[in-house]
Antibody, heavy 115, light 108 residues
């Protein structure tokens, strides 16, 4: 059974940084393309970014709204996906979901950006 | 930027057929994916590549696509199908990946 468990969310001031983690199990993580999606309170889903599997190059793509501020990385030895978020803005406040390229989803972790 | 357009709400009585549409210029060339999100829960994939149903998803869920519109059909909707539904796809280049704005399905 695929399991994705996000952690690392919390309250951060505007301009601050936060790193989210997603612990994966139940599948071959190293072969999986992984995606982050977020959902602002009471709003719809927003695609944040994706990282290809290492065999497929491990390259990343980002939404324009987070490009140059967010970085996705992976540790295949630990089956962990990361989302490094810098220069955070109030509009980044959302539940952040880790997904297996939009097929299986974790339960999400809440990030609140507020002074 | 690319947009997918969904109706904000759809309402049906139990046992009726619910149809939720998703409109986008690139849909003739790109697949649509559909997600169900019940209140307080993570999204669940219910249809992928326009018409395919993941294992464990009831047969009453089906997908179709014609021209610039993809449709999620729930035949014989049940009270437990009440949720927000989102479509997902990409623009023609594959660079812009977007969700529709979501449709709130009410079954009562």
């Amino acid at each position: 059974e695929v399991q994705l468990v996000e952690s690392g969310g919390g309250l951060v001031k505007p301009g601050g940084s936060l790193r989210l983690s997603c612990a994966a199990s139940g599948f071959t993580f190293s072969n999986a393309w992984m995606t982050w999606v977020r959902q602002a309170p009471g709003k719809g889903l927003e695609w944040v970014g994706r990282i290809k599997s290492t065999p497929d190059g491990g390259t990343t793509d980002y939404a324009i709204s987070v490009k140059d501020r967010f970085t996705i990385s992976r540790d295949d030895s630990k089956s962990i996906l990361y989302l490094q978020m810098n220069s955070l803005k109030p509009e980044d406040t959302a539940v952040y979901y880790c997904t297996t390229n939009l097929r299986d989803w974790g339960q999400g972790t809440l990030v609140t950006v507020s002074s | 930027s690319y947009e997918l357009t969904q109706p904000p709400s759809v309402s049906v009585s139990p046992g009726q057929t619910a149809r939720i549409t998703c409109s986008g210029d690139a849909l003739p060339k790109k697949y649509a994916y559909w997600y169900q999100q019940r209140s307080g829960q993570a999204p669940l994939l219910v249809i992928y590549e326009d018409i395919k149903r993941p294992s464990g998803i009831p047969e009453r869920f089906s997908g179709s696509s014609s021209g610039t519109m993809a449709t999620l059909t729930i035949s014989g909707a049940q009270v437990e199908d009440e949720a927000d539904y989102y479509c997902f796809s990409t623009d023609s280049s594959g660079d812009d990946r977007v969700f529709g704005g979501g449709t709130k399905l009410t079954v009562l």
